[in-house]
Nanobody, 120 residues
Framework: QVQLVESGGGLVQAGGSLGLSCVAS????????MGWYRQPPGKQRNLVAR???????NYTEAVEGRFTISREDAKKTVDLQMNSLKPEDSAVYYC??????????????WGQGTQVTVSS
């Protein structure tokens, strides 16, 4: 089975920084697009940032210029560096990866989520 494990969430004051990391494990035969999503309390889960296999990135407008997504395929990781954090960035952050597992095709995999809380 493929598993994604996230780390790095926590509590930070407004204006501070946090880094999130997500590592995939299991029978992995290929990696495609990776991304981070977030879900504030009582709201939908939405895309924060995404990075394709060739390194193309896109961000939701609310985090443009403050967050940076990166990946390292050899380690099967995708990271999110979050700077100049605002209270409205508070949410559960989820890692997502498109992974070719033993099935032979690319499937969609999610991490368990990590809480990010930004105090004002």
């Amino acid at each position: 089975q493929v598993q994604l494990v996230e780390s790095g969430g926590g509590l930070v004051q407004a204006g501070g920084s946090l880094g999130l990391s997500c590592v995939a494990s299991g029978s992995i035969f290929g990696l495609n697009t990776m991304g981070w999503y977030r879900q504030p309390p009582g709201k939908q889960r939405n895309l924060v940032a995404r990075i394709t296999k060739d390194g193309s990135v896109n961000y939701t407008e609310a985090v443009e210029g403050r967050f940076t997504i990166s990946r390292e395929d050899a380690k099967k990781t995708v990271d999110l560096q979050m700077n100049s954090l605002k209270p409205e960035d508070s949410a559960v952050y989820y890692c997502h990866q498109e992974i070719k597992a033993s099935t032979g095709w690319y499937g969609s995999y999610w991490g368990q989520g990590t809480q990010v809380t930004v105090s004002s």
